[in-house]
C-alpha cells in the first residue's frame, strides 16, 4: 500500500492498493490493484527523508531512502474509504466511534454476500443477538 501521495493524476495516491512485480534496488515496478488506473504498471521511487535535527532529543541530522510503501494485508475503516473491495472481513473489537464508520466499512464491498463480521464485546455475550452501534450525528440532519 501507497502510504503518500506521489502523483494522484497518476493514480499513485495515499492508499492505493499495488502488486509488487518486480523489485530493485530504487524503484519498485508495481501494479495498481485499486480505482480507475486499475492494473497499470508503476514504478515507485525511493523518497529522500532528513530529519531537521532541531530535536533535543535527537540533535543529529538524519537522512534516509526508504520506499513509501507498507505491506497491508489489512486497512483501517478510513484507509478503506473510496476502495472497492470484493471479499470484506470486519473485525470489530469496539463499537465504531464516529459517524458513518461503520456505513463506509460496508459499503466498499461489492455483495452483501462477501461480508463476514466478527462482533466481540465481552458485554454482549449473553444477549439473544449480537448487535453493534451504528454512531449517526442527527445534527447533520438538522437544518435551521
Known amino acids: 500500500m501507497l502510504m503518500r501521495n506521489l502523483n494522484p493524476d497518476?493514480?499513485?495516491?495515499?492508499g492505493t492498493r499495488l502488486r509488487v512485480v518486480e523489485l530493485k534496488p530504487n524503484v519498485i515496478h508495481a501494479?495498481?490493484?485499486t480505482g480507475e488506473r486499475r492494473?497499470?504498471?508503476v514504478l515507485i521511487p525511493r523518497i529522500v527523508f532528513i530529519s531537521d535535527g532541531n530535536d533535543a532529543s535527537f540533535p543529529y541530522q538524519l537522512r534516509r531512502k526508504p520506499f513509501p510503501v507498507q505491506t497491508a494485508?489489512?486497512?483501517?475503516i478510513n484507509k478503506a474509504q473510496g476502495q472497492t473491495v470484493h471479499n470484506l472481513g470486519l473485525y470489530l473489537a469496539s463499537p465504531c466511534f464516529s459517524h458513518g464508520q461503520l456505513y463506509v466499512a460496508l459499503s466498499?464491498?461489492?455483495?452483501?454476500s462477501k461480508i463476514k463480521a466478527v462482533i466481540e464485546y465481552p458485554e454482549?455475550?449473553?444477549s439473544a443477538g449480537v448487535y453493534t452501534a451504528n454512531i449517526v450525528y442527527r445534527q447533520i440532519f438538522d437544518t435551521a
Do not use: H
Open 10 to 14: 497518476l493514480g499513485l495516491s495515499n
Open 31 to 33: 501494479k495498481i490493484m
Open 39 to 41: 492494473g497499470q504498471d
Open 73 to 76: 494485508f489489512a486497512m483501517t
Open 108 to 112: 466498499q464491498v461489492t455483495a452483501p
Open 124 to 126: 454482549l455475550e449473553e
